[in-house]
């Protein structure tokens, strides 16, 4: 069986016509027979029009208002009807040969919740945007490779989590783990839902197989903005809240003071440092209970591996 005809692709939509027909054309090269959702958070610049008329192999679900990232994507997987969901954001262009790299990862290996291709940056081929999420003990969340020589990254491997604007995932572990927290609305949903993965003893990958370019920023619009910069910081609070029982969270409590301190600087630096410090702030008082994964002895092996990798990635996280 061809892997597009096992594929649902989910492609979230706000206010992206300047990216859809290079997005819609390159999918459809690539996976003919893919189950195709675009799922439109409320655009106004024509985008979710020009969709219908000129793509009408997509299913199309058309939001009352934008509900964000977390929000489209799970609206998108729930109504998808494969056992593999690729999430791609719209400002991406696949490279021949993408689809079948991902749902073969997935396939090879019985505990991979997800597998994420190789982001590229649009604008310069030969730099590196994205060979996979990582999340350190100073709390800092990062894209191992960013604006490296794309070159240096060709070997599959394990990751902490999934980027999810170029991902699959198994649909039906969704309703075991849970999906993306739609709170969130954008940034970190990805590391939040791929560190729950792996607490439940499942694993994320790298494949560099599969190939996309991404321009970045796409909807945002810059790499450090106040839209930007306030959910992520106030998200960041809640990943950790939610993932790391409380012995785990005193264990890290002198690492994460240092790193957020470290952060505040620099946002103070690029004159964002009142935006950093409300989002964090937000993110304390803001804290959900019913959200925090429930501790259990089984996961203990997981829990310990995971602190492993938050040491070990600080490490990392200085030659990425």
Same mark, same amino acid.
């Given at each position: ?12 939509? *706000? #206010? ?35 969709? $219908? ?13 934008? *509900?964000?990232?977390? $929000? ?151 790499? *450090? ?10 998200? #960041? ?5 939610? #993932? ?31 935006? *950093? ?44």
């Amino acid at each position: 069986m061809k892997a597009d005809s096992q594929v649902s692709i989910v492609i979230p939509n *706000y #206010n992206g016509m300047a990216f859809m027909e290079a997005c819609m054309q390159a999918v459809l090269r690539d996976a003919p027979k893919a189950e195709l959702i675009v799922v439109d958070n409320a655009s106004k610049d024509g985008s979710l029009e020009y969709t $219908r008329e000129h793509f009408p192999e997509a299913r199309v679900l058309a939001m009352d208002q934008n *509900y964000g990232f977390a $929000r489209a994507v799970n609206e998108g997987i729930r109504a998808a009807t494969r056992p593999y969901v690729i999430l791609l954001n719209n400002d991406t262009e696949v490279e021949p040969g993408f689809t079948d790299a991902l749902v073969g990862a997935l396939e090879a290996d019985v505990r991979a919740f997800s597998a994420q291709a190789k982001l590229i940056q649009l604008q310069d081929p030969l730099k590196l945007d994205d060979a996979g999420n990582f999340y350190c003990a100073l709390g800092w969340a990062f894209a191992r490779g960013k604006d490296r020589p794309s070159a240096d990254y060709e070997e599959q491997d394990e990751v902490f989590a999934a980027c999810a604007g170029a991902a699959v995932y198994r649909k039906a572990l969704f309703e075991k783990i849970g999906y993306f927290d739609e709170a969130h609305f954008a940034y970190l949903e990805d590391i939040d839902i791929g560190w729950r993965a792996r607490i439940f003893g499942y694993r994320n990958l790298y494949v560099p197989k599969a190939r996309v370019l991404h321009a970045g920023s796409g909807t945002s619009g810059s790499r *450090y903005n106040e839209f930007k910069v306030t959910l992520s910081s106030r998200n #960041n609070i809640w990943i950790i809240y939610k #993932n790391m029982p409380l012995l785990q969270l005193v264990l890290n409590l002198p690492f994460l003071l240092v790193g957020f301190g470290a952060k505040q600087l620099f946002f103070c630096k690029k004159k964002l440092g009142g935006t *950093y410090a409300r989002g964090i702030l937000k993110g304390i008082c803001t804290c959900d209970r019913e959200k925090k994964v429930r501790f259990m002895w089984k996961h203990f092996p997981a829990y310990a591996r995971l602190q492993w990798e938050l040491w070990r990635n600080i490490a990392r996280k200085i030659i990425v």
